[in-house]
């Protein structure tokens, strides 16, 4: 096999803010896997919160390239399990693995979905982002974008007024997500209002490692809660059990599409709803999430909506939100 590094800076169509920070780019590192003709591609982004760099990353792999282009590629999951013993982090090994994974259907001549046994017939409509701002601004994000279903970034003084004025101008389904920035209270006291306002579920809204808050938060909520930031690798699904009613799977957090699918499994087996979200990725890592549609409840795959200017074909999100798969098997990726 051959890696190929490359390094991209994604520009966003809007300042990008959620409860802890704000951003007008996105780096993100592209992997090209190469074997026997094909190129597989994957991707991980930047992440300031888990101290994550393009640089950080690519220096990970460098130092253990010679191993990886000399390994006997199979399957995904053997792949996967040797990169582990290498030591990559699971950023690193996320994008590894959607390469290994997008150059495994190629070699295949199948997209991943059918060499999974499943189909496209049914897929979940990702929800469309609107990251914290003044609320005029955020009417007219919204505004901009017609769609049926937004995920809202709340984490401020004025949560409830944001999503009550937004609702003036939209009857779509409406989702939240306070990124760890309230407590078990503030929760229990927003919930009722944010449910009659057409709140379809929370996401993640107390820290990471807050279980008593969660537990009570479990027992009293109105809404369901959904876990993304107490929800980070695959032994973390049955933590959060008995703490939410889904999870939101992270791609680059958990290591890839190989951990993913393990992780979808366990999370169904204990009754979890399942949710997959991005991290402002390009549409080669959305096209990997596109991928795991049919076994998905909800999805968050609206990166390449957010960027000025896309790097990749893949997967195309229609503006009802709809899909339009790849003819190219594995992922379908081919970088532009």
Same mark, same amino acid.
């Given at each position: 096999?051959?890696? $190929?590094?490359? =390094? ?42 888990? =101290? ?10 460098? %130092? ?12 995904? $999951? ?65 505004? $901009?974008?017609?769609?049926? @279903? ?8 004025? !949560?409830? %007024? ?8 939209? &009857?779509?389904?409406?989702?939240? *997500? ?15 209002? #944010?449910? &009659? ?12 490692? +807050? ?10 909520? @109105?809404?369901?809660?959904?876990? *993304?930031?107490?929800?980070?690798? $695959? ?9 939410? &009613? ?13 951990? %993913? ?12 709803? @399942? ?8 549409? @080669? ?10 076994? #998905? !409840?909800?999805? &968050? ?18 503006? +009802? ?6 003819? #190219? ?8």
């Amino acid at each position: 096999m051959h890696i $190929e590094i490359k =390094k991209y800076v994604l520009q966003l169509q809007h300042p990008f803010g959620i409860s802890r920070e704000t951003h007008v780019t996105q780096d993100t590192m592209i992997i090209c896997l190469t074997l026997n003709g094909k190129t597989g591609y994957g991707e991980a982004t930047s992440n300031p919160y888990y =101290k994550i760099t393009v640089e950080s990353m690519k220096a990970e792999i460098e %130092a253990v390239q010679n191993n990886i282009e000399t390994y006997d590629f199979d399957t995904p $999951e053997n792949f996967h399990t040797f990169l582990k013993s290498l030591g990559l982090q699971n950023f690193t090994l996320c994008a590894m693995d959607l390469a290994a994974n997008d150059l495994y259907g190629k070699l295949q001549g199948k997209p991943l979905y059918e060499i999974w046994g499943t189909n496209t017939s049914y897929y979940p409509i990702t929800n469309y982002t609107i990251g914290i701002d003044t609320i005029p601004k955020m009417v007219e994000k919204l505004q $901009e974008k017609p769609w049926p @279903v937004y995920k809202i970034k709340l984490g401020t003084s004025d !949560d409830v %007024a944001i999503v009550r004025e937004l609702r003036q101008h939209t &009857d779509s389904i409406f989702r939240i *997500d306070a990124n760890c920035a309230w407590t078990a209270e503030e929760t229990l006291k927003n919930a009722p209002l #944010l449910k &009659d306002l057409g709140v379809e579920f929370l996401e993640q809204p107390l820290k990471a490692d +807050d279980w008593e808050g969660m537990e009570k938060v479990k027992k009293e909520c @109105v809404l369901p809660v959904i876990a *993304d930031e107490s929800c980070i690798v $695959e032994s973390d699904v049955e933590n959060c059990g008995g703490y939410f &009613d889904g999870i939101n799977i992270k791609l680059t957090k958990c290591g890839g599409l190989t951990p %993913a699918r393990r992780m979808i499994q366990k999370a169904k087996e204990l009754g979890l709803k @399942v949710m997959v979200g991005c991290m402002t990725e390009s549409t @080669v890592g959305i096209s990997a999430i596109a991928q795991l549609l049919p076994q #998905l !409840d909800y999805v &968050d795959m609206d990166g390449p909506l957010l960027l000025k200017e896309d790097i990749a074909q893949g997967v195309q999100i229609l503006e +009802d939100g709809k899909l339009i798969f790849p003819e #190219l098997p594995g992922s379908g990726i081919q970088l532009l």
